[in-house]
Each structure stands twice: as structure tokens, then as C-alpha cells.
């Protein structure tokens, strides 16, 4: 049986989330938050953010506590990470996404992102969901690879309840027994949040396929499906990116990508 009222409220008006002035909501633009998987030098991401607001982004993603599965894999760069972020984000008149892997790691994020990204592998972290959501920034809560739909509602009503109205939903793609592609990219999960909740929801295309030639189309796919934005990875090199290059769209096709996402989203009746 459907719910007949939102089972999680957000912010109101109908679930406007605000991230360094940008609305994202299902009465706002489509949203594209990009930028790298790790920041991992203050040129790298330069070069990335400038390419990206060229092509209309007006928020930055770009990793600096990696929440990598291998510990031979490349961690992050920490807090200058988070320094070179803030220092490019303000040059260019941007915001920032980034994720904090940690409970006490939050106040240090919080001081230099605009909006503080639950990862995957720690939606169930009840510790650090808490301290995000008492963070006072908004708050980007990607659903676990192996979560149901229900458990990362519940996830995020257990933020509302600590106060945070601030929620925007992630679909990055659950793990199943499909090789061809990193993850199972849920398409129905999109609406079904929106049925039963009043969060803005965004889609990953990027972890949700782990692959570049698939990236523009399920991000339309995820635009056609009613999402308020979209997250990806761009990389000036990503032939020599520190993580996640082999999902990483070029930065001198990111416009391009752009281009296909305005269309979809004027074909459903959304701007960008
Ligand atoms: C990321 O956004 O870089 C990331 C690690 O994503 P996820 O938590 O969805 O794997
Ligand atoms: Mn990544």
C-alpha cells in the first residue's frame, strides 16, 4: 500500500534543498554537480572546475577522504583537499559537495564544504549521520549499494528527526550479480522516493554504471526518470586519474554531456 502523506519530509517548500545559493528541488533547474572522484592537486582541480563551469555547473564535487575498498588504493589528500576545493570553489563563485567518512571528521568538512556527502559504504553510520546532520550544512545521503529504498528513507528521517530538513537524496547504483557494469543503476528508485518523500533526489550515472560510455545515457535515463540533478565524475586526464578514471567523463567533453542533459530535461519539462 502507497503512503498516502510523504513518510519523510524535507525542507520546505516542497523540498527545496539550497547549497551555496543553488536550489535544487523538483521545482528547480536540473542540478549537475561534478568535478573529480579525488582531488588531487590544486592544478587537477582547477583545470576540472573551470571546464565544468564553462559547461554550466555551478557546484563541484571532488573527493578528499576517499572512502577507497583497497588500502593500496590512493586515501585522499585530507585537508588539502578540502583547502584546495574551498580556494577554487571561491575564485569561480561555486559550491562545494565533498564527503566526510567520519563522525569527527564532519566540523573539519563542514568548515569548507558547502554540502556534506554520506557515502555509499557508510549510509547505515548512524554516528556520522548524526553529527551531519547536526552539521547545520545540507546534507547529500547516497543510498548503500546494498540498501532498499525503505532503509535509506530511514536513514534520512533519522537526520530529519536530529533537525536536518536539508536531505537530498543520492541513487548511485546497487551491487547485484550484473558484471558488465559496476553497479545496477535503480531508475525506479527516483520515483519512488519522490512518492514517498518530498526530498530532491539526484542520480550518480557515474558510480551507478562504472563506466564512461555509459555515463550520459543513464544520467538521462535519471533526468527522464524525474530527478532534480546529477552527480559526476570529470577529469581533465582520466587516463591517469587517482581514482575512478575509467567512469570519469573528459573535461573537454563535459559540455557536450551538458548539451544532452538540457535536452532530456526539456523534454520532461525541466530546465537546466
Ligand atoms: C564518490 O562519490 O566518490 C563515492 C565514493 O561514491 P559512493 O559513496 O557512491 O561509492
Ligand atoms: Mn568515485
Excluded: W
Excluded at 548512524?126 to 532503509?151: C, F, I, N, Q
Excluded at 586519474?241 to 573535461?251: K, V
Aim: with cysteine; glycine share 10%; charged share 25%.
Amino acid at each position: 500500500m502507497r503512503p498516502t502523506a510523504p513518510e519523510v519530509r524535507g525542507a520546505e517548500p516542497a523540498g527545496v534543498v539550497v547549497v551555496a545559493g543553488v536550489s535544487i528541488g523538483p521545482t528547480e533547474p536540473i542540478r549537475v554537480i561534478a568535478g573529480p572522484c579525488s582531488v588531487e592537486s590544486l592544478e587537477q582541480f582547477r583545470e576540472t572546475a573551470t571546464a565544468v563551469k564553462a559547461a554550466g555547473a555551478r557546484l563541484l564535487r571532488g573527493g578528499a577522504f576517499k572512502p577507497r575498498t583497497s588500502p593500496y588504493s590512493f586515501q585522499g589528500l585530507g585537508r588539502e583537499g578540502l583547502e584546495i576545493m574551498r580556494e577554487v570553489a571561491d575564485d569561480l563563485g561555486m559550491g562545494v559537495v565533498t564527503e566526510a567518512m567520519a563522525a569527527d571528521e564532519v566540523a573539519l568538512v563542514a568548515e569548507f564544504a558547502d554540502m556534506i556527502q554520506i557515502g555509499a559504504r557508510n549510509m547505515d553510520n548512524r554516528a556520522l549521520l548524526d553529527a551531519a546532520a547536526s552539521s547545520g550544512r545540507p546534507v547529500l545521503l547516497k543510498r548503500g549499494m546494498a540498501a532498499t529504498v525503505d532503509e535509506v528513507l530511514r536513514a534520512a528521517e533519522g537526520m530529519a528527526a536530529r533537525g536536518c530538513g536539508e536531505i537530498v537524496i543520492c541513487e548511485r547504483g546497487s551491487r547485484t550479480f550484473e558484471p558488465s557494469t559496476r553497479n545496477s543503476l535503480d531508475i525506479s528508485c527516483v520515483p519512488e522516493v519522490k512518492l514517498r518523500s518530498t526530498l530532491p533526489v539526484i542520480v550518480d550515472p557515474s558510480h551507478g554504471t562504472g563506466r564512461r560510455d555509459l555515463v550520459t545515457p543513464a544520467a538521462l535515463a535519471g533526468v527522464a526518470a524525474g530527478a532534480d540533478g546529477l552527480i559526476v565524475e570529470v577529469h581533465p586526464e582520466p587516463d591517469v586519474a587517482l581514482s575512478d578514471g575509467e567512469q570519469s567523463l573528459r573535461a573537454d567533453s563535459f559540455g557536450e554531456f551538458v548539451a544532452s542533459v538540457r535536452r532530456m530535461a526539456r523534454a520532461v519539462n525541466r530546465t537546466l
